[in-house]
């Protein structure tokens, strides 16, 4: 245990100059990342649950680079400057160095307080308040897992089937559509359950994600902030046309929202008292095995 | 590629403790293992009794078999019972003392698989009778093929190899605190193996009344 | 040295052998689903298909499965659910339905819609909406919006199909609609009621397979 | 190959042919395809009667599943698994080994020679590694096109099952199996395994679990990928029995495997061979080992109760029957995380391994590494719930899985820490194996980093169930475990073999490997965060041209692998250098035995001396004694 780290943790001379070059490198890359980088990531910022998420990937990005500018720029230097520098020399042992106290105990605290860091922002963003949320809370989510507004929600159930989604929604007579239109600025409470297999709702730019398990109504709260139209897609395998489980997402003013579940009422007057009463999970026959 | 001519014969016996050893840590190793496996099964019992919504958990139809589930227990506790007294008998009056105790334990691990092979054959449900059913089936399933069978095959393989070998001098000899004669030298390898093998069916037995509480018992 | 001869000889068999499973197992995946049927052309931008719907489909391996036949321009009745149809057209489908009704899982299913003026014909008579419990099966296309109910054939009427394809002597209901396809492409098409008997669901075997009750809607350019 | 063939010396041969009705590989095939013709068409037949939904639905899982089981059964019946416990029922003594052949016979019978397993094993997970990667250039061609192009949808669900299940099963043996067999018994300084017979059958279940999972392209295949999820799994077709046989067999052999090299260890060690003396790579075989025995159970147990779903008709994933889903995904995924690390652990004890060698320099923070490689081990039982952070199952224990999750990066960046101090004023060699090792760094990095976002609960949202997870895990395994083998491979290649495989191809190989390999799986980490779901034959046009970019890249990697084909087929038949006795000259107790080793590996138990990574203290002893007096075993604690 000799070499290098006597005085302290004083860096090995072969290590100054990057040293240098990482505190410059990560001081001026780092800002940039998150200034420039940061707003491109996705899933973009089209909910709040989304722009929750791209703050924390910005973050997360954030942490990332000064770690790879440091390895990389450790690992570029020590592969060019300890090289062998011929077949002889690489024969030749190096130094004895078997280990340093000091660096290993700095190096896990390093790295435990970035986990930390890491951890205890991951869960200040689970808190609804921060807009990180949008995944699956179970069908019994806790009190401060709700959003603030959460009993004004507008609630939508969505129902993965093999191979579709289809959404109703209980204030408005409980209509059954196969398109997911929702209003700007409004809170919305999805319930998504589904009637065979496990399906996975993903609403690619609400950066929306919960799984569709059969008999479990799983809650996901997120609050649209755009017009915009996109898909929603299936992202747990579920069979032959998992690839082609999606459909539409429009989201759109009030004014519109109003009209467009008027017309589906209207639409699907004909099947509506074939229904089944809106319930939070359905079990539909056959469940096994029919003969 | 080289051929490798390797000399067949003349292979180093492994030194008895050594074997010893090995079995005395693998039967640790192998109730570990075991704990995994049936920790599944006992996952499985409290998460779906737990979750159990509709109330169909066990449909008052499905009538738990208790009287073979006795018998079983009944089986390998008083196996598990011999085969300590054999083990004690072992240590104590040599290996001639231990096969009577241990050769009734294997008959009685044998009576075990037979009153739950009887039981199954006579199973007042069917497999599909809600979760309680199946857990039962999966767990006394694989308790009678994988613990039961184990068992069968490590004890038998002792007590036939004993019987055969009574009157041929034990092989490698090794000295054995508080062995007190028998018929001539004990050797090291019967002494640990039936010492791992009590360790091995005490815990399958403590499995066993794992299973008679949670499956006839709590129901 | 006959241990080395074997070597040899072990080595050439598991490379051949090796060349030859690997090539199998591609042909395996390469082998085609089954034939494609092109819709006959009827007019401009207008196309006709026929279709049918069997209990069982009788022979082969998977002779209890529930099935769809097509039938192809030459009026012959053949296995496949490959589908081909012209681009930004109207295709009128006939279907004739010879299984018994099984129910939809989701009854939403159980009005027609894509198809237009948002009808379909059962024999003739318009029908708007049917009874989910009485579907046998649906086709629906769900990337054009199409899903059409197939009412199922009384269990009790006199002289049910038991070969397929089966004949319009059998008892059978004839479902007819018209649908308009968008631009090229290659669009799936399934059936939503549970009809695999002995699946769980009702939605194993032949509703997870293409040229039982899945198939694929290849729209072509013309 | 006639009789008269017979060599100057020795005992008389046998005509070849003979040896085929003996307990071999052949006996093996035949009475497995016996087995499985009784079990399908008798047993199960009989079985099945008067169940219509497995008579009257052209899929009877009765007498499939009981025909591959006695199939299985038969095939170990052939190979002469049950000779000796037979023997043993009937009261035969107890032996150390049944029998050996000679020659390249002996890599088709049940062999117990511990170096014999290794170069079986070695061939078997390369083959079934070849088919892996066969199906996922299968899989990119696909996906040049956003919809079914090439395959129907179905083929590619089986296609994308095979790939994942094959890989995750081959890859758990790809370090273990042949340099864990080979060198761990050498490195320890046994002369075998602690269990022998248990060694070939963990062997042997690897072929088999192997055919039975290719069986399943001729059963319909399976739609469910490589994890399974029920109750997907209890609705599918035949081919999903094979599914569930052959991983449970997997988990069979896993877990003997661990079970076997833990014993080795703990009780074979040779005089001297204290814990702090042990090699790296042994470590990470222990920890590898205890995951193995603890967590593959619980797999058996979970396929189990598939098959039970599927075949007696037991509820236990059936939502509406009383069972759940969710039990599934808790059973799976507490074997599965685990799993996870018994993929990379043994990677990061390659890397540690092959680093000192030719950096030249004792390996940094020994301890360190040992502590890294055991925290993982542990950690890895607790944090299987990140795979189900938006399943709806606990979502308030997803801080609390997070946390363990992200705790996981602390022994792992250990592991970086001790290849950051091994290579600090090194002497560095760039041999091939070294470029693979040093390329693990590089991919374990990004691996490790775009982990953080997977196990960050909110930034997991998005990222679930994407190809952001693809790619990350690809990262992982293939960027860490297949490049630490491949740095295996050409190190200890000249120990195995005694041939030194070609440099010059060897290095075009990695070049090729690990550039493409990142221009692959890189762009990957876009399209998934981008919204294409993992295992989908159809995607959005708008990501084609990032999907045939990575279709390109993969092929690449494909033809990395032929450079390897074509390097052992030259360096074997055609270059043959032999090479030195110690080519690298390493200190490992290893390279200080002949080559080929011979079959008990020590004539006499050796004596460790000393650590094998005493480079650049030149007064220290030779690593072992191997052939040291009474006095000195004695001396040494023997």
């Not at chain 4, 004792?362 to 938006?390: D, I, K, N, T």
């Amino acid at each position: 245990m000799s070499t290098g780290g006597e005085g302290g943790l004083k860096v090995p001379p072969e290590l100054r100059r990057i040293a240098w070059l990482w505190l410059v490198l990560s001081v001026v890359a780092t800002p940039l990342v998150v200034i420039f980088v940061g707003p491109l990531l996705p899933p973009g910022s089209a909910s709040d649950a989304a722009h929750g998420q791209q703050q924390d990937n910005t973050v997360m990005v954030a942490i990332v680079v000064p770690i790879m500018i440091g390895l990389l720029l450790y690992f570029i230097n020590a592969l060019i400057m300890f090289r062998g520098k011929d077949e002889a020399d690489a024969l030749t042992d190096g130094p004895a160095i078997r280990g340093q106290t000091r660096v290993m105990v700095l190096w896990i605290a390093t790295t435990f307080v970035i986990v930390l860091l890491l951890a205890a922002w991951g869960a200040y963003e689970l808190f609804p308040g921060e807009e990180g949320a949008g995944g699956g809370l179970g069908s019994a989510p806790i009190s401060v897992a709700l959003p603030a507004n959460a009993s004004s929600a507008l609630p939508v159930q969505v129902i993965g089937q093999q191979w579709t989604w289809t959404y109703r929604y209980p204030t408005f007579g409980g209509v059954e559509t196969t398109e997911l239109v929702l209003p700007v600025g409004q809170e919305v409470r999805f319930s998504v359950t589904s009637i065979d297999v496990i399906h996975s709702f993903w609403a690619v730019h609400l950066a929306v994600k919960a799984d569709a398990v059969p008999g479990n109504a799983n809650v996901a709260f997120v609050k649209p902030v755009r017009e915009e139209s996109s898909t929603v897609r299936c992202a747990e395998l579920c069979g032959l046309w998992h690839g082609h489980m999606t459909s539409r997402l429009r989201v759109v003013s009030p004014a519109a929202f109003r009209a467009w579940i008027a017309h589906e009422r209207e639409k699907w007057a004909p099947i509506q008292h074939y229904l089944p009463a809106y319930k939070p999970t359905y079990a539909p026959e056959p469940t096994y095995r029919a003969e | 590629m080289q051929e490798m001519g390797f000399q067949t014969a003349g292979y180093e016996a492994e030194p008895p403790e050594v074997m010893a050893r090995n079995i005395n840590v693998g039967v640790r190793l192998l109730s570990a293992a075991m704990v995994s496996f049936f920790g599944a099964f006992l996952f499985a019992y409290v998460y779906l009794k737990e979750r159990d919504a509709g109330a169909v958990w066990r449909p008052s139809s499905v009538k738990v078999p208790t009287g073979t589930g006795i018998g079983v227990l009944a089986c390998v506790l008083v196996s598990a019972l011999l085969t300590g007294v054999a083990v004690d008998a072992l240590r104590r009056r040599g290996e001639g003392a231990w096969r009577g105790p241990a050769a009734i334990s294997l008959l009685l691990i044998y009576a075990a698989l037979g009153v739950q092979c009887y039981q199954w054959a006579s199973l007042p449900f069917t497999p599909g009778s809600g979760p309680y059913a199946s857990v039962f089936v999966a767990w006394t399933g694989f308790y009678g093929g994988v613990a039961l069978l184990t068992s069968i095959y490590w004890l038998q393989t002792m007590v036939t190899g004993s019987f055969r070998t009574r009157h041929v001098p034990a092989g490698p000899v090794v000295s054995v605190a508080g062995a007190a004669g028998g018929e001539g030298a004990i050797s090291g390898r019967i002494q640990v193996e039936a010492r791992s093998f009590a360790f091995y069916w005490y815990f399958l037995a403590g499995v066993q009344v794992v299973t008679f509480l949670l499956l006839y018992v709590v129901a | 040295m006959s241990a080395r001869r074997l070597g040899a000889l072990l080595a050439a068999v598991l490379v051949v052998g090796g060349g030859v499973a690997i090539g199998l197992y591609v042909a395996l995946f390469l082998e085609a689903s089954p034939p494609p049927v092109q819709a006959a052309v009827i007019g401009r931008r207008v196309a006709a298909l026929e279709l049918q719907t069997v209990a069982e489909v009788g022979h082969g391996e998977n002779s209890f499965w529930v099935s769809y036949y097509a039938r192809t321009p030459g009026h012959k009745w053949v296995h496949s659910t490959i589908l081909r149809v012209p681009a930004y057209s109207l295709v009128h489908v006939t279907v004739y339905q010879y299984d018994s009704a099984t129910g939809l899982r989701n009854p939403l299913w159980g009005q027609p819609r894509g198809v237009v003026g948002g009808v379909m014909y059962v024999n003739g008579k318009p029908v708007k909406v049917l009874n989910p419990e009485l579907a046998s099966h649906t086709f629906a296309i769900p990337e054009l919006g199409v899903s059409v109910p197939l009412p199922g054939v009384d269990e009790e009427a006199p002289n049910q199909c038991s070969n397929a394809p089966c004949t319009l002597a059998e008892a059978h209901n004839t479902i007819t609609f018209t649908f308009r396809t968008r631009g090229p492409g290659k669009y799936r098409w399934q059936c939503f009621v549970p009809c695999a008997a002995g699946f769980i669901f009702g939605f194993g075997g032949p509703m997870q397979s293409i040229g039982y009750m899945d198939g694929e809607l290849e729209v072509q350019s013309s | 190959m006639s009789a008269a063939a017979i060599p100057a010396a020795g005992p008389v041969r046998e005509p070849w042919w003979r040896g085929l009705g003996r307990f071999n590989v052949f006996t093996g095939i035949v009475l497995g395809i016996g087995g499985y013709l009784i079990g399908a068409l008798v047993i199960g037949h009989v079985l099945s009667k008067g169940i219509p939904a497995q008579t009257e639905t052209n899929q009877n899982d009765i007498e499939f599943v009981c025909g591959i089981l006695l199939g299985i059964v038969g095939f170990l019946v052939g190979m002469g698994f049950l000779n000796y416990p037979i023997a043993r029922l009937t009261g035969a003594a107890p032996t150390l080994r049944e029998k050996e052949e000679k020659g390249i016979a002996r890599y088709f019978t049940l062999c117990t020679d511990h170096k014999v397993v290794g170069i079986q094993y070695l061939w078997g997970v390369l083959f079934f590694f070849l088919v892996a990667g066969l199906n996922a250039m299968l899989i990119r061609t696909q996906l040049l096109y956003p919809t079914e192009h090439f395959w129907s949808a179905d083929n590619y669900i089986t296609l994308v099952g095979l790939h994942g299940t094959m890989m995750m099963m081959m890859t758990t043996s790809m370090v273990l199996g042949p340099f864990g067999n080979y060198f761990v018994p050498v490195m320890v300084g046994a002369k075998r395994m602690a269990f022998p017979r248990i060694e070939a059958l963990s062997f042997w279940l690897l072929p088999v679990a192997g055919v039975v999972l290719l069986a399943a392209v001729g059963a319909k295949g399976f739609p469910t990928g490589w994890t399974g999820y029920a109750n997907l799994s209890v609705q599918a077709k035949l081919g999903m029995d094979c599914y569930l046989i052959s991983f449970a067999l997997i988990g069979i052999s896993m877990a003997l495997v661990g079970f076997n090299m833990l014993v080795t260890v703990y009780t074979m060690r040779a005089p001297g061979m204290t814990w702090t003396r042990l090699p790296i790579f042994v470590w990470s075989v222990i920890a590898t080992a205890f995951l193995q025995l603890l967590a593959a159970p619980v797999l058996i147990a979970g396929m189990s109760l598939v098959l039970l779903d599927r075949v007696v008709g037991t509820t236990f994933f059936m939502p509406f029957s009383g069972g759940s889903p969710f039990l599934y995904e808790n059973l799976f995924w507490f074997f599965g995380h685990p799993e996870v690390y018994i993929l990379a652990l043994p990677g990061f004890g390659l890397v540690l391994e092959i680093l000192p060698v030719f950096s030249r320099k004792p390996l940094w923070g020994y301890r360190l590494a040992v502590a890294g490689l055991m925290g993982v081990a542990l950690l890895s039982f607790f944090v299987w719930q990140h795979h189900l952070f938006v399943s709806g199952i606990n979502p308030d224990l997803r801080p609390f899985f997070m946390f363990t999750t992200e705790l996981i990066s602390i022994p792992t960046a250990l592991v970086f820490l001790n290849a950051m101090g091994t290579l600090f004023r090194g002497k560095i060699r760039f041999s091939v194996p070294m470029l693979f090792a040093l390329a693990l760094f590089f991919n374990f990095f990004i691996g490790g980093a775009s982990g953080v976002f997977l196990s960050d609960a909110p930034s997991d949202v998005s990222t679930h169930g994407s190809f952001f997870v693809m790619a990350h895990f690809h990262y992982t395994i293939m960027g860490g475990l297949v490049f630490a083998f491949f740095g295996g491979l050409f190190y200890w290649f000249p120990k195995m073999f005694g041939v030194h495989l070609n440099e010059k191809l060897g290095k075009l190989q990695f070049w090729l490997f690990f550039i493409f390999f990142n221009l692959t799986f890189f762009p990957l980490f876009a399209v998934g965060m981008l919204g294409q779901p993992r295992r989908v034959s159809a995607y959005s046009p708008s990501l084609q041209w990032l999907n045939d970019w990575v279709t390109a890249a993969a092929y690449m990697i494909g033809l990395s692998f032929a450079v390897f084909v074509v390097n052992v087929v030259y360096s074997c038949f055609f270059e043959r250098r032999r090479p030195e006795a110690n080519p690298w000259h390493s200190k490992g107790i290893e390279w200080q035995l002949p080559t080929p080793i011979p079959v008990d590996n020590f004539e006499r138990v050796p004596v460790i001396n000393a650590s094998p990574y005493e480079y650049g203290t030149p007064e220290a002893p030779l690593v072992a004694n191997l052939n040291p007096s009474h006095a000195e075993v004695v001396a040494a604690g023997g």
